[in-house]
T-cell receptor, first 114, second 115 residues
């Protein structure tokens, strides 16, 4: 079946530190992979996505590379800011049904301190 | 991407009452979904709202508790019926578009507290 395993949080970093949030997945076929971000008190926003192996999604300084050989889609940012404090969700869409079935990880809470 | 609004943004309700949450999209969309996010948890899909027919519910969710309407391609409602404190959650509407069939876009959510 389809599932997403996400790095446990919470994660606390100092401003300008390097960020990695690990995400691995299990899926049949070739899913699309996503990172969503949820800022305090808000809904989910699509941060970035990748649709095939070796694709790199990027947005707002965040990057994630679709690694089929390791079934991973780790989120990275070279220098975090206080405004990046949020909960980050890794997700995949079932290749058979597309957006009909979206599988989420448990979320990782990031706190960036000045 | 579609612009999605939800009303109300938050509410505090008494046990045993019902609340209807509205989801409005600025363009016609093929798919609309309703999720629940319990405190500190990930998202759980409640149901897919089908235009012109009954919603498709996920395991553990039933129509009597969470009736859903979708009268057209831009609007849906979710009702949380006979509420108990365990229903305190964020309820999120999301949509899938024909332009990006593998992606869902989320509304801002409705934060519900049941006393």
């Amino acid at each position: 079946g389809n599932s997403v395993t996400q790095m446990e949080g919470p994660v606390t970093l100092s401003e300008e530190a390097f960020l990695t949030i690990n995400c691995t997945y299990t899926a049949t076929g070739y899913p699309s992979l996503f990172w969503y971000v949820q800022y305090p008190g808000e809904g989910l926003q699509l941060l970035l996505k990748a649709t095939k192996a070796d694709d790199k999604g990027s947005n707002k300084g965040f990057e994630a590379t679709y690694r089929k050989e390791t079934t991973s889609f780790h989120l990275e940012k070279g220098s975090v800011q206080v405004s990046d404090s949020a909960v980050y969700f890794c997700a995949l869409s079932d290749p058979r049904t597309g957006a009909n079935n979206l599988f989420f990880g448990t979320g990782t809470r990031l706190t960036v301190i000045p | 991407s579609a612009v999605i609004s939800q009303k109300p943004s938050r509410d505090i309700c008494q046990r045993g009452t019902s609340l209807t949450i509205q989801c409005q999209v600025d363009s016609q969309v093929t798919m609309m979904f309703w999720y629940r996010q319990q405190p500190g948890q990930s998202l759980t899909l409640i149901a897919t709202a089908n235009q012109g027919s009954e919603a498709t519910y996920e395991s553990g969710f039933v129509i009597d508790k969470f009736p859903i309407s979708r009268p057209n391609l831009t609007f849906s409602t979710l009702t949380v019926s006979n509420m108990s404190p365990e229903d305190s959650s964020i309820y999120l509407c999301s949509v899938g578009t024909s332009a990006s069939t593998d992606t869902q876009y989320f509304g801002p959510g409705t934060r519900l507290t049941v006393l």
